[in-house]
């Protein structure tokens, strides 16, 4: 019964490809977002969605592109991957100003 | 917009001793204010939270903080460590109104040596 979960865990892709990492909440939240953390452990937001709506787009290269079907997925999709989208992945999920509820994490590594 | 400053990157605390990680930040707008704990290879988990009332807040695990408005601070502290609090804490400040996007620190590595 884990409350936000996404998949895959781990990502190993050859620069250039095209991946994409998929989340899922249970808890009835109307709002998701995207952060990514780098090797250094820096979190940064880059998207929200709220009821399927974007609201949140921080300054991301166009080569990221978030899709959210209904309420309770946010999927990311990463079109060309660089070197540099190495990092781990988080999507979490919230209630209006409720506390956000974070996954466990996808650990992208380009080779 | 808003920024946090975790002033401490590593600190080293010997087990049962207190401790406390330093947390600022600065906003043009009033903000809510979180500590979320990130242990090796997991995902964060939320350990407390100012949302408005009382100053002082409870959190799990033990650890509390207290938020000072006119210092804009909210430091973490827990009186007695122990080994499995060794993780990455990270201090997160969202606005009250508007999208609720977090702004995190650059967290701070609280290791518990026996």
């Known amino acids: 019964d884990t409350a936000v979960s996404q998949t895959p865990k781990y990502l190993v892709t050859q620069m250039g490809n095209d991946k994409s990492i998929k989340c899922e909440q249970n808890l009835g939240h109307d709002t998701m977002y995207w952060y990514k953390q780098d090797s250094k452990k820096f979190l940064k937001i880059m998207f929200s969605y709220n009821n399927k709506e974007l609201i949140i787009n921080e300054t991301v290269p166009n080569r990221f592109s978030p899709k959210s079907p209904d309420k309770a997925h946010l999927n990311l999709h990463i079109n060309s991957l660089e070197l540099g989208d190495s990092a781990v992945y988080f999507c979490?999920?919230?209630?209006?100003?409720?506390?956000?509820?974070f996954g466990d994490g996808t650990r992208l590594s380009i080779l | 917009a808003q920024s946090v400053t975790q002033l401490d990157s590593q600190v080293p605390v010997f087990e049962e001793a207190p401790v406390e990680l330093r947390c600022n930040y600065s906003s043009s707008v009033s903000v809510y204010l979180f500590w979320y704990v990130q242990y090796p290879n997991q995902g964060l988990q939320l350990l407390l939270k100012y949302l408005s009332g009382s100053t002082l807040v409870k959190g799990i695990n033990g650890f509390e903080a207290e938020f000072n408005k006119s210092q804009t601070s909210f430091h973490l502290r827990k009186p007695s460590v122990h080994i499995s609090d060794t993780a990455e804490y990270f201090c997160a400040v969202s606005p009250l109104k508007g999208a609720q996007k977090l702004v995190f620190g650059q967290g701070t590595r609280l290791t518990i040596n026996p």
């Open positions: 979490a999920s919230s209630q209006a100003d409720q506390p956000q509820h």
